[in-house]
């Protein structure tokens, strides 16, 4: 084979593997989801449960929510989906198939960690003024945030890896968030201190990323790579003719 045809055909190479890679992209996209109806979850110092129950044991039933719009290598999500979210310990760690869009066996939420939380009263709940949160014990990642009219804002920042089996895998993260009106922070923390548990309703949002940033060249622009490509072989061919 000459040297311009060796040009040629790692040009079609470089080209077949980049559209390749845009074929199989990474999942990407935005998941709003929130508890299926009357559902809520269960959070003790220990354990988060979710109800009602999902379709597999060991989870909770979620629903996916408006602007939810995730591009995977199987199509695309959008609201209305059924979700399984796994019961876990408060102090998070690696769970693979944390959760699972049912209809979308190949995407795999797993979670990596829980947190951090970064409270600006830390331990101290029961003197938040407005806007200030707390955490009810040290290494715990609830954060509970004081807002108008007594409210407070429970939030649990969740990450890991998505992942399709086809695409590389790409990095997931986002809140789990909750309100709770005729209970103070202060009375949250006294009840997990005590070895109980709070229940109420709750919602998520989580950007799905791919891991790897960079830019997949526009089709006009991988063409013009190919021809410098082979162009650049015909010169060299050319200089050692």
Request: aromatic share 8%; glycine share 14%; net charge neutral.
């Amino acid at each position: 084979m000459n040297r311009v045809r060796l040009g040629l055909v790692t040009a079609t190479a470089v080209l077949s593997l980049t559209f390749a890679n845009a074929a199989f992209a990474s999942p990407i996209g935005t998941l709003n989801l929130s508890n299926c109806f009357g559902g809520s979850f269960n959070f003790s110092a220990t354990t988060i449960t979710w109800s009602p129950a999902g379709t597999v044991a060991g989870t909770g039933c979620a629903d996916t929510q408006a602007l939810t719009n995730i591009t995977w290598s199987g199509g695309t999500i959008g609201p209305g989906a059924a979700v399984n979210i796994k019961n876990v310990a408060s102090s998070g760690g690696v769970v693979d198939h944390f959760m699972d869009i049912i209809g979308a066996p190949a995407l795999d939420f797993e979670l990596t960690a829980f947190g951090p939380a970064t409270p600006t009263n830390g331990t101290a709940c029961g003197t938040l003024s407005l806007g200030q949160s707390c955490i009810p014990f040290i290494g715990s990642s609830y954060l509970l945030t004081l807002g108008s009219g007594g409210l407070v804002t429970f939030s649990l920042h969740a990450s890991g890896l998505a992942t399709d089996g086809v695409g590389l895998p790409s990095l997931w993260g986002g809140d789990f968030t909750s309100q709770f009106g005729g209970i103070s922070a202060a009375t949250i923390q006294s009840i997990l201190l005590g070895s109980g548990s709070v229940n109420g309703s709750y919602s998520g949002t989580f950007t799905i990323t791919p891991a790897s940033t960079q830019p997949v060249p526009e089709p006009a622009s991988l063409l013009l790579l190919g021809t410098g490509i082979a162009a650049a072989a015909r010169r060299r061919f050319r200089r050692h003719a």
